[in-house]
């Protein structure tokens, strides 16, 4: 299992890598984090902008307080799972792999609720409409 982890993360940074040159635009910084990783830290990670790889579930269309169009979504890796929402249009469907690049929050209140484990996106970039050979 150890090795099929480590391929995959491996393939991850790899297509994340690919993903930046063809799109002109790089990412920031932040290195690329496993999901595992955000949640058994996630006070070090806590107001982190963090980039993060995986396949899109649960997909869903919003409109925020403002009438403006919103997604969320959760975003699955080999061991995790962590939910992603942001504002605009997401171009990703169920099932897409993508990288997402946002900002962590360990914890925030919304309303009488509490979240915990949510990525704010401020870039969702599909892998699958890149290449679809590349991603399995």
């Known amino acids: 299992m150890g090795s099929r982890v480590g391929l ?14 063809m799109s ?3 990412l920031s910084a ?13 006070d070090h990670y806590d107001h982190q902008v963090v980039t993060v790889s995986g396949r899109v ?12 169009p919103a997604f969320g979504f959760l975003l699955q890796d ?4 962590v939910k992603v929402v942001g504002l605009g249009k997401a171009d ?8 997402v690049e946002g900002i962590f929050s360990r914890l925030r209140q919304a309303g ?3 979240v915990y484990n949510e990525i704010k996106a401020t870039s969702v ?9 590349l991603v399995g």
Do not use: W
């Open 78 to 81: 080999t061991a995790g799972t």
């Open 57 to 68: 579930t649960s997909f869903q269309l919003a409109t925020n307080r403002d009438g403006q």
């Open 30 to 42: 932040a290195a690329l984090v496993e999901v595992t990783e955000l949640l058994a830290h996630p």
């Open 24 to 26: 002109g635009r790089p």
């Open 92 to 99: 990703v469907r169920e099932g897409d792999y993508v990288v």
């Open 125 to 133: 970039q599909s892998m699958t409409k890149m290449n679809p050979d």
């Open 112 to 114: 009488r609720a509490i």
């Open 8 to 21: 995959l993360g491996l393939i991850a940074v790899t297509l994340a890598s690919v993903l930046m040159m």
